[in-house]
């Protein structure tokens, strides 16, 4: 797991894990925890996500970039977590269920806690990355609250779900749960802006709908080795096709499908997003949906089968992509004037 072996320096939060906080020890410790959880919130992101560590420290807001961190490693930990394959190879049977569940369940427990200013105990120096998100954040309003708890909602329904088959209106929650968190953490942290800008609410979370359909694509075959089935039940039944029979006709039709989705979405996430008056939440926008978009021509040139692994081709795309969506960001359509940084 990332978080335990990322640096050494990290090994003296040991020493005050099992010590609730607000006691005299913690109290002593306080600053050098918040420093040490920031450091180790750094590694994590640029270990996990390079794409995703340069945004935060070049266009959130100076005074949350700490805590932005915080909120995107300490759920890169809990994911990887609960994904840890079993030592007994077997990604499907009892014994790791029930390790996901309690693991998860203290998560559970320690968020709550946290939210409501009660003193809680540290088991792994990684958790200490929630509590500090919490304490540190001027105010925990709706939007990090609505990401702290969204993103809470897809570690549950990746613990349900794993060994599974699952409905679509399961799927649609579940990606609806993951769009949600995605764009209002980036308006909690980019900008402090509301972004609405006379827009449709709702379409503010299209284009991380379209960005978590590709990446659910994407990662099919790794999913399902790791034992998620990322296809409806009812479209196998329907097709008489099981979880891993990708190339069969049912399957792929069910791929032409989400690829349609997709890009319905990131045009209309993308027309929102070019709309918001921060000109770096622009970039921050646009880029992601860049990120997975090019993805959606890889799928139509395999005929939409599926491949194990789309490594090769993002390194070649991520230059052009970057810069395409820099362009954009800049120029805000049918407005006259637009500064970068307002909010």
């Given at each position: 797991?990332?978080?335990?072996?990322?640096?050494?320096?990290?090994?003296?939060?040991?020493?005050?894990m099992n010590t609730p906080?607000?006691?005299?020890?913690t109290r002593q410790w306080g600053h050098t925890l918040a420093v040490l959880d920031a450091h180790l919130a750094r590694d994590i992101t640029k270990?996990?996500?390079?794409?995703?560590?340069?945004?935060?420290?070049?266009l959130v807001d100076r005074a949350r970039v700490d805590d932005a961190y915080r909120a995107y490693a300490y759920f890169r930990w809990l994911d990887d977590s609960l994904d840890a394959r079993p030592q007994s190879?077997?990604?499907?049977?009892e014994a790791d269920r029930t390790r996901c569940r309690v693991l998860l369940d203290r998560?559970?427990?320690?968020?709550?806690?946290?939210?409501?200013?009660?003193?809680?105990?540290?088991?792994?120096?990684?958790?200490?990355?929630?509590?500090?998100?919490?304490?540190?954040?001027?105010?925990?309003?709706?939007?990090?609250?609505?990401?702290?708890?969204h993103m809470m909602d897809v570690m549950e329904f990746d613990v349900r779900r794993r060994g599974r088959l699952v409905s679509r209106l399961e799927l649609d929650t579940y990606t609806r749960s993951l769009a949600t968190a995605v764009t209002d953490a980036m308006h909690h942290f980019i900008g402090r802006c509301t972004?609405?800008?006379?827009?449709?609410?709702?379409?503010?979370?299209?284009?991380a709908t379209g960005a978590h359909v590709v990446h659910?694509?994407?990662?099919?075959?790794?999913?399902?080795?790791?034992?998620?089935?990322?296809?409806?039940?009812?479209?196998?039944?329907?097709?008489?096709?099981?979880?891993?029979?990708?190339?069969?006709?049912?399957?792929?039709?069910?791929?032409?499908?989400?690829v349609a989705l997709a890009r319905r979405c990131f045009a209309e996430g993308r027309a929102y997003v070019r709309d918001v008056r921060c000109g770096r939440f622009r970039l921050a926008g646009l880029a992601y949906i860049a990120r997975f978009e090019w993805l959606l021509d890889a799928f139509e040139r395999d005929d939409y089968r599926l491949r194990a692994d789309y490594g090769s081709m993002a390194a070649a795309t991520a230059l052009q992509t970057g810069v395409e969506a820099a362009v954009r960001a800049v120029r805000r359509p049918g407005r006259r004037a637009s500064r970068w940084n307002q909010a």
């Open positions: 797991m990332l978080a335990r072996t990322v640096d050494p320096r990290y090994r003296g939060l040991v020493n005050c906080v607000g006691t005299a020890r270990a996990a996500s390079a794409q995703t560590y340069w945004t935060i420290g070049l190879g077997d990604p499907w049977c998560q559970q427990r320690l968020l709550e806690g946290a939210l409501r200013g009660e003193t809680v105990s540290l088991v792994d120096p990684a958790e200490g990355m929630l509590v500090d998100l919490v304490r540190s954040a001027e105010t925990v309003d709706d939007g990090l609250e609505s990401y702290l708890r972004g609405h800008d006379g827009l449709d609410r709702e379409m503010r979370y299209l284009g659910m694509l994407r990662d099919t075959k790794a999913d399902l080795r790791a034992g998620y089935i990322n296809i409806p039940r009812e479209v196998l039944d329907a097709g008489g096709i099981g979880p891993a029979d990708t190339d069969s006709d049912a399957y792929r039709a069910w791929v032409r499908d989400r």
